[in-house]
């Protein structure tokens, strides 16, 4: 193994001694070109440059590894390539989570439910597949993801509900406008079980209707153009639990779930594809700064089981718009378990 690794190090760098400039100036003018990037000033185009020049070579040097077995998933340049991790962090994976104020707020209870009577669960689960989930959104320099995941379940469980409706686009917009009240704090940041509540009080509107605007306004919900609404949340509660979250989202549908992307790991903002693994990333409620949206599971080619998650990031993150996330038998990877939930209607 030792010499496995040694040999691994040293091809990966001569590769990266290998790059040269003119083929970083080639990648950066592409990235320019399609994200339509410009600068206020040639010290920020400077600046800019050298982040991306960093984050390019973390690509490639990480995508070598991968092509040699090191990896199972790589990396690519998005729209994130000229950011460093903590202005990543600051604007797009930013939650912050507290589990007491479900029990300050609700009357939820603590209990795990179990689907005994259904085993056994299929192989692999695709809610797409029933044409039950909505397209991909873009939050963008708004720390809503929370808005994004609760509503993208909505969305689901509506459809699911109303099978002979096709899923209908529903707004974030009305969450960022109108959920303060019960903590949530716009694109500062909020709770997704708050945004799920408040769509239990309230009702949500239609996205066409309520179109997202990437900021914070007054709220201007109408009960006559609403699209759906919640009778109930439940909550896998078993911390943790990671064939609860698996049954859940086989049998129920697709689960709000939160995880945390690492603050010092470039990987989830340059993920790709392939089936993403940080070993870095930890699991307490503390740590979880995104919400996502489980839609399913499976296992690749390969035998490598995973997750399959709707983000929030537009289609040009990741396998448009999602990620695969290794999916390990008894372990709570990422903390995709400790806070997971769904709406019932």
């Known amino acids: 193994m030792l010499m496995k690794c040694t040999f691994l190090l040293l091809v990966l760098t001569s590769v990266v001694m290998s790059l040269d400039l003119q083929e970083i100036d080639k990648e950066w003018n592409t990235f320019k070109a399609k994200y339509n990037r410009s600068y206020n000033t040639r010290g920020e185009e400077h600046y800019r440059y050298s982040v991306f020049t960093q984050n390019f070579k973390t690509i490639y040097f990480h995508n070598k590894a991968a092509d040699l077995g090191g990896y199972t998933y790589w990396l690519g340049v998005n729209q994130f390539a000229d950011m460093t991790s903590k202005e990543f962090k600051g604007s797009y994976a930013n939650l912050k989570l507290d589990s007491s104020h479900i029990q ?38 708004c720390c809503s993801c929370y808005a994004f995941a609760a509503v993208g379940a909505l969305e689901s469980h509506t459809c699911l509900k109303f099978p002979n409706k096709a899923a209908e686009p529903l707004s974030e917009q009305n969450i960022l406008d109108c959920s303060k009240p019960l903590g949530n704090h716009g694109c500062d940041n909020g709770n997704p079980f708050m945004a799920l509540k408040y769509a239990m009080e309230k009702g949500l509107d239609t996205e066409a209707s309520y179109p997202y605007r990437g900021k914070v306004g007054e709220c201007n919900q109408s009960q006559g153009r609403l699209g759906s609404w919640v009778e109930d949340i439940e909550m896998i509660w078993t911390h943790g639990d990671i064939e609860s979250l698996k049954e859940a989202v086989a049998i129920e549908g697709p689960v709000v779930v939160s995880i945390d992307t690492d603050d010092d790991a470039d990987t989830f903002r340059l993920y790709s594809n392939g089936v993403y693994n940080n070993p870095k990333c930890k699991n307490e409620i503390i740590d979880l700064d995104h919400a996502l949206l489980l839609v399913g599971y499976g296992i690749t080619d390969e035998d490598q089981p995973y997750w399959l998650l709707k983000n929030s990031y537009g289609v040009d993150w990741g396998e448009e718009g999602y990620l695969r996330m290794i999916r390990k038998e008894d372990e709570n990877t990422c903390g995709i378990a400790t806070f997971a939930m769904y709406p019932t209607l």
């Open 104 to 141: 300050t707020n609700t009357s939820h209870k603590r209990r795990a439910k179990r689907w005994d009577n259904v085993y056994p669960l299929p192989e692999e689960v695709d809610w797409r597949d029933q044409d039950c989930v909505t397209e991909v959104k873009d939050q963008g320099q």
